[in-house]
């Protein structure tokens, strides 16, 4: 089912993202020591870098550099793993389990998780502009902007909001949607526009494009989210499965059932390769990535 | 004592401030509500906005826009208020009064405190970049990697992480001193460089000036809390007293006594003024913050 090239992509383009968060993160025997340990411990080694693979992917658009790609990526990533933490958290989602491994406030303390989450938000902004990542600095702003609003109470902490208020609510699928744009899409929707300021100018219409590409790819994540959760042993997703149902949280499966779930991930999908129509080769990897998001077994 | 001048100055400034925050905030009538109700309760309406009376004041020595400096020190008093919100929670000091009001967590919920606070640091780096606030791009990314470094794990959030590790042992004064230069300290002086960045280019040796000042208030600030939290009742400071001893928490005035951290933040204010002469006229705000900050009674 997966391009033997793309499967080297991707471990080439992980690997990229590996060393740079390993040297952006300050190193665990600098002061204070347990608070950069703790950081180390959630960001390095786990996760399937989703995000940073579409910024990649995007950049190919614009023929950007790997480099400059693989920053912003990082950025995006740390705000992702910040918001992993908090949302671990025993006032959130209460887990013990993430990526295989016990959760932060599990394995050091609900204070220390509490302060990684705050200063992971902080090193993605400051990861966002050490470098040049764009054609000019006014973009880079643009940039940093992009981030800040995708990540804020108008997207990402935003669609944590909603969801503390729908648990134990029926919503109807509009809702739930308006929910998820928020939490994963704005995230999600930003790792791929990041993706297409680093490289060359391209029309609105491509960027255009891109955007749609990004809002279908980001929905059909969590609507393969609330499925694999649902169907997947806790082993294979490496934190704790059948929790929204447990929770009384609604999804996509609760409210749609799984039939009607998965085929609503798959016309997302189709969606999100129409919008690439177009771009040619140089939207391989985003084709690639919108298969491997809606396709993935965990 | 305080010059009827610089009070006109100071409730003029905190005008803009409060003003400005209150439009950057997003209505409580926008979705999540809730979320922006309890973002807009621990932000507007209290505080007595030290940080931005500080970029204000730096930017009169630069000559730079009062927009500019307000809406560079309101970034920084976001990121002040988000490190409220989680210092309060029960997992860090556990606090119920601030500002004379319950703590967010006690008006709304853990979680909501929770995601305020990871919202309003969001903000604070949006705030950072929608508009022009430096001669040229370039710089305006230099401001947001100050913030940025200022508030993360190397700079406040490190700070509390020390501060943590420090409950219940006794500090030396350099351990002390490294605690609060990263908690308070780190943030106070962005707050000046900050304001330096909005006016006309200063030569490296008055930028070093500006720094040592920074520096010095940063730590006087502190230094002047501890008295206070040991000598004023709760009423006056709007936040709980005697917390810190209560705590078992190192304080200058645990460690060296109410009488000898009186004249240490006279020292520091000496050193303070000191590095400002050469300014001229152009440093009167600073100076006269200098004095009201260690001078103050709440």
Redesign the interface.
């Known amino acids: 089912m997966i391009a033997p090239d793309f499967q080297s992509w991707v471990a080439s383009r992980q690997q990229h993202v590996e060393r740079a968060l390993a040297t952006m993160l300050?190193a665990a025997d600098?002061?204070?020591r347990?608070?950069?340990a703790a950081?180390r411990y959630v960001v390095l080694g786990g996760g399937k870098r989703v995000r940073p693979l579409l910024t990649c992917a995007a950049g190919e658009v614009a023929q950007a550099p790997v480099e400059r790609l693989v920053l912003a990526g990082c950025a995006v990533e740390l705000i992702h793993a910040?918001?992993l933490v908090?949302d671990d958290?025993p006032?959130?989602d209460d887990d013990v389990l993430r990526r295989g491994k016990p959760t932060c406030h599990v394995q050091y303390?609900?204070?220390?998780a509490?302060?990684v989450?705050?200063?992971l938000?902080?090193?993605a902004?400051?990861l966002?502009?050490?470098q040049p990542l764009a054609r000019?600095?006014?973009l880079?702003?643009?940039m940093?902007?992009l981030?800040?609003?995708a990540?804020?109470?108008?997207?990402m902490?935003?669609g944590?909001?909603?969801d503390?208020?729908a648990v134990g609510k029926t919503l109807s699928v509009p809702e739930l949607e308006l929910m998820h744009i928020h939490k994963t899409g704005a995230l999600i929707r930003a790792s791929v526009l990041l993706g297409a300021h680093c490289g060359v100018a391209l029309s609105d219409t491509e960027r255009g494009r891109l955007d749609t590409y990004a809002k279908s790819v980001g929905l059909a994540f969590q609507v393969v989210d609330d499925v694999l959760d649902a169907e997947a042993p806790t082993a294979t997703l490496g934190k704790t499965a059948g929790k929204d149902a447990e929770q009384n949280k609604p999804t996509y499966v609760s409210i749609l059932g799984l039939a009607r779930s998965k085929r609503f991930a798959e016309e997302l999908r189709e969606q999100a390769l129409a919008a690439l129509e177009g771009f040619g080769d140089r939207a391989l990897r985003l084709r690639q990535l919108a298969d491997f998001i809606v396709l993935r077994k965990f």
């Open positions: 300050p600098i002061a204070p347990r608070l950069h950081m910040y918001s908090h958290l006032c959130m303390d609900e204070a220390t509490l302060l989450g705050d200063a938000q902080s090193l902004f400051q966002l502009v050490e000019d600095a006014g880079q702003l643009e940093v902007r981030l800040a609003a990540s804020g109470s108008r997207g902490a935003g944590q909001a909603i503390l208020a």
